[in-house]
């Protein structure tokens, strides 16, 4: 059974950082275009990051650019993102995504997989 699993929301004020993890197994670390994906409250889920497994190509959204960084540790089975200079519109339910597309991709269809979500808030 396919699991991922997302840690490290939580409540933090405006200009601060968190560091996502999730969880899943090495083949699919290795092996699936990972993604994370965000959903506020009254809007519909958009896309944040991915990072494809082929050839290590990541994507960002505009809105995260520069702020969030997407990556992998195999050797602990886990999808990072790491989020910087935080803003309230970054509050949200963060989801981890894996897709089997060799490609980057940034829409929700492509996704096969999806963890439960971890709730992030930004305070002003």
């Known amino acids: 059974q396919v699991q991922l699993v997302e840690s490290g929301g939580g409540l933090v004020q405006a200009g601060g950082s968190l560091r996502l993890s999730c969880s899943a197994s090495?083949?699919?670390?290795?092996?699936?275009?990972m993604g994370w994906f965000r959903q506020a409250p009254g809007k519909e889920r958009e896309f944040v990051a991915v990072k494809a497994w082929t050839d290590g190509r990541t994507a960002h959204a505009d809105s995260v650019k520069g702020r969030f960084t997407i990556s992998t540790d195999i050797a602990k089975s886990t999808v990072l993102l790491q989020m910087n200079s935080l803003i309230p519109e970054d509050t949200a339910i963060y989801y981890c995504a894996a897709s089997r597309s060799p490609k980057p991709q940034t829409t929700i269809r492509q996704y096969d997989y999806w963890g439960q979500g971890t709730q992030v808030t930004v305070s002003t």
């Open positions: 090495e083949f699919m670390v290795r092996y699936y275009t």
